[in-house]
C-alpha cells in the first residue's frame, strides 16, 4: 500500500513538493502515544520505502507540543493470545525502528515538550531542531519502569554513554539549548518563528544534497551504528516493561507522576 493510501486517525501526513510532512496529531493530548499511533508510525515509514518520488519527510506535533509521550491513560486492548501480547509490547521498537531504518532522510521539527516516546520518536529521526525552552527528557525510570522502543542504545549511539545514562537513570530534564550541546538537538533556537526559519534552511539544504549519495550514506551510518554489536538485546525491552508493570513502584507512580 502507498503511504498516501493509508487510513490515518493518530497522524496527518501531507504532500508538499519533494517533502512529506507528517505530524502527530492529538494536539488535545499534548500528542500522547497510544497504541494506535504507534501502529500507524510503523506503517507509514515502512511505507515510504516505496515512496521514490519524497526527498524528505518532516516529522512535528501538531498544537503546543511536540509530544508529552506515552499515553499514561490508555487502557490497552486485551490480547487474545500471549504472541499477539508480544507484538503489542514492542509496537514502540519497531515503529522507532521504522524511522530510523527509512531510506529518506527525516528532520524533526521539537516544541514544547519531547518527553518519554516523544524524545525516542525525535532521536529517532536524522535531525532535530528545538526551541530553547522545549522540555527534553524520559521520565520512564523515575515512573517506575525501564525505558523501552530501543530507547537506550540510541541514545548512546546518539550522546555517548555518559549523557544517555545522566539522562534515563534521573530522568532529567533538559532544555532545547542542553539537548543542542549534547547532540540530541542540532540546533536550537530562541522561538518557534526563529525554529521555523531554521526548518526551511535545513529543509533547502537536504534537497540540495545529491538524493542518491544521501540514500547510501545513510545505509553507511545504520550499518556503521551496529558493527559492533554481537546482537540487538532491544528485543527484550517489551519483556522488561511488563515486569516493571507488575511492581508496586510502577503502580503508585506510573498513572499518578
Known sequence: MEWHELSL???????????????????EARNAIDQRMLEELGDLFLAFETAFDVRLIVVAGRGPSFSAGADRREAAEPASTEREARYRQHLGRR????????SIPTLARVQGHAAGGGSCIAASCDFRLTTDDAQWWVPEVELGTPLPWAGVPRL???????????????????PGTVAEDW??????????????????????RLLEMPEMAVALAKSHFRGYARASSLGDLSETDGELSTLARQTDDFTARFRNF
Not at 15 to 20: L, Y
Not at 183 to 204: T, V, Y
Request: charged fraction near 35%; proline fraction near 1%.
Open 9 to 27: 486517525e493518530r497522524l496527518h501526513a501531507e504532500r508538499d513538493g519533494d517533502i512529506v510532512r507528517v505530524s502527530l496529531n492529538r494536539p
Open 156 to 174: 548512546i549511539q546518539e550522546i555517548g554513554m555518559a549523557r544517555a545514562r545522566r539522562y534515563v537513570l534521573l530522568s532529567e530534564r533538559i
Open 183 to 204: 547532540g540530541l538537538a542540532h540546533e536550537s533556537c530562541a522561538d518557534e518563528a526563529a525554529l521555523d526559519a531554521a526548518m526551511q534552511r535545513w529543509e533547502a
Open 95 to 102: 515503529a522507532m525502528r521504522a524511522i530510523e531504518d527509512c
